[in-house]
């Protein structure tokens, strides 16, 4: 039997998140899975390894193969070195920096070893693509981790009282870290370069899928710049794949004031031809049910509320009961 070809899109906790509940599907469903990544961070070890290198910003990419990581107690532990993060040596002024150099301050302090592990694989592969297929082979993914583009992007916003003195005025936000922490009204998103060439493999991956699942996650950083891929939002809006949103929990800073049908309102913003089957929330977040709904049936899709919020009272997926909430909705018949 084929199995349910699945591709994830999102970055950063949001999209781990997602692919960890798409792993405890597993067990009940065949699924093939494809995680893609958006590539605008600029922050943190990944802006600087852009910044110092070049290529691809590895952090988001690092996330999601390790949430696709096997089972088994070598990659577990290959995983868990891919996810460890330098910290300041205890004498900085003795410490070695990644030029050699020692006196200079202590440059891996705050890199994570699989940001620098992508960093080295693509320089000597030469590929973004196959240095995440050499990383998955040796983290036993469950699945494919590939970005939404080979170049890197920057996130550039439109956004209104982003200076809280003058609330009214309207001014662009650069940086995917800026426009993550801003305290205003985000109006329209862009990137730059305006028309990104989409990774070859992950619009084959978008034509050949069964779903298509969006969210959760930082909507503007990690959701909305796939749509804002030519080549990418093309294969969406043709695939043949049903279409599958994630609401977040929470408001995130670049979010507030934004209400759960503003979040789907903004899909159809950013890309007016996508249509959506089913939005998925969580029961006790979504507040008013019938607003959502009506905003979900704008984007052609029927609403299902399930509880897949961690109990700890902190605004987690809890990556068990989403997966359990996907079950029935990817094992049904298309």
Not at 39 to 68: F, I, N, T
Not at 150 to 156: R, T
Not at 179 to 187: I, K, L
């Amino acid at each position: 039997m084929t199995p349910t070809r699945v591709v994830a899109f999102g970055g950063g906790h949001g999209l781990s998140a997602s692919l960890r509940a798409l792993r405890h599907c597993v067990p009940e469903l065949d699924l093939d899975i494809t995680a893609v990544v958006t590539v605008g961070d600029d922050g943190g070890s990944s802006g600087r390894l852009r910044a110092e290198r070049g290529g691809l910003p590895p952090g988001d990419l690092r996330q999601a193969l390790v949430a696709l990581a096997g089972d088994h107690p070598a990659t577990r532990r290959s995983a868990a070195l891919f996810q460890h993060r330098f910290t300041l040596a205890s004498d900085p002024g003795e410490a070695v920096g990644l030029t050699g150099v020692r006196g200079g301050g202590d440059s891996l302090a705050g890199h994570a070893v699989g940001n620098l592990v992508l960093s080295g694989l693509t320089e000597l592969l030469g590929d973004p693509v196959a240095a995440l297929d050499h990383a998955g082979a040796m983290l036993g993914t469950v699945g494919r981790v590939l970005p939404m583009s080979c170049e890197p992007v920057d996130i550039e916003a439109r956004v209104r009282g982003a200076d809280p003195e003058r609330p009214d005025e309207v001014r662009t936000v650069r940086g995917q870290h800026q426009v993550a922490v801003t305290t205003g009204r985000v109006e329209s998103l862009r990137l730059a370069p305006a028309e990104p060439a989409a990774c070859a493999e992950a619009v084959a991956a978008v034509r050949v899928a069964d779903w298509l699942i969006f969210g959760p996650g930082s909507w503007y950083t990690s959701v909305l710049p796939h749509l804002l891929v030519p080549g990418l939002a093309d294969a969406i809006v043709s695939s043949p794949a049903c279409r599958l949103v994630t609401l977040n929990l929470v408001a995130e800073k670049e979010t507030l004031g934004l209400s759960l049908p503003d979040h789907l309102d903004t899909l159809g913003r950013h890309l007016p031809e996508l249509k959506v089957d089913m939005v998925l929330a969580d029961s006790t977040a979504v507040g008013d049910p019938e607003a959502v709904r009506h905003a979900a049936e704008s984007l052609g899709a029927r609403l299902v509320l399930a509880p897949v919020a961690v109990t700890d009272g902190t605004p987690r997926h809890d990556p068990a009961a989403l997966g359990a909430a996907l079950v029935p909705v990817l094992g049904a018949d298309r």
